[in-house]
């Protein structure tokens, strides 16, 4: 499919719940492909086509899918799922994603014995780290409502791994 290129993108577009197609259009690269894509993301119920197309995206720097993939983390309930598209999220890098992620840190943390680490912490603690500073008034207001003692503990990670960071850029060399 991906030599025929714009050509099947019609016959892609009716085939989003393949994950033959969404693996043809992640070669096929493009606002066309990316933009099916982005409709698989959101509407494709198959979690493991949202999380391969979400993957794609996050790959390609697809700013305009931030989003949709932030709509998508509040559809999902699935842990490798939820991974993929705060991994998507973070790869973008768009601090428009802040507010979704923090909605959704709870629930991915808490689900967390389920997921891959990165360093011992779920994907979302690395995108919300990756965003920087905007990121801790949001979460300083989680921190006063999270009762779970290991939601609270990875907040505090990130919360310290953003005041490290910006000491450092702080610092005279």
């Known amino acids: 499919m991906v030599a025929i290129g714009e050509a099947c993108l019609d016959v892609c577009s009716e085939n989003?719940?393949?994950?033959?197609?969404?693996?043809?259009?992640?070669?096929m690269g493009g606002d066309k492909a990316a933009d099916l894509l982005i409709r698989a993301g959101t509407s494709v119920s198959n979690i493991n086509i949202v999380?391969?197309?979400?993957?794609?995206l996050g790959e390609?720097?697809?700013g305009r899918a931030v989003g949709p993939l932030c709509e998508a983390l509040k559809r999902v309930t699935d842990a490798p799922c939820l991974d993929s598209i705060?991994?998507?999220?973070?790869?973008?890098?768009d601090p428009w994603a802040i507010s979704s992620l923090?909605?959704?840190?709870?629930?991915?943390?808490a689900q967390s014995?389920?997921?891959?680490?990165?360093?011992?912490?779920?994907?979302?603690?690395?995108?919300l780290i990756a965003?920087?500073?905007?990121?801790?008034?949001?979460?300083?207001?989680l921190l006063?409502?999270?009762?779970?003692?290991?939601?609270r503990e990875e907040i505090e990670y990130v919360l310290g791994q953003i005041r490290f960071s910006a000491a450092s850029r702080a610092a005279p060399l």
Request: proline content about 7%; overall charge negative; aromatic content about 4%.
């Open 51 to 56: 999380a391969k197309a979400a993957h794609y």
């Open 60 to 62: 390609s720097r697809a």
């Open 144 to 151: 006063e409502e999270e009762t779970l003692i290991h939601v």
């Open 86 to 93: 705060a991994e998507a999220l973070r790869k973008i890098g």
């Open 131 to 141: 965003m920087g500073e905007p990121v801790g008034e949001p979460l300083r207001e």
């Open 16 to 27: 989003l719940d393949n994950e033959a197609v969404i693996d043809a259009l992640s070669r």
């Open 113 to 127: 014995r389920f997921l891959p680490k990165i360093g011992g912490h779920p994907e979302v603690v690395h995108a």
């Open 102 to 109: 923090v909605d959704v840190f709870p629930e991915i943390v």
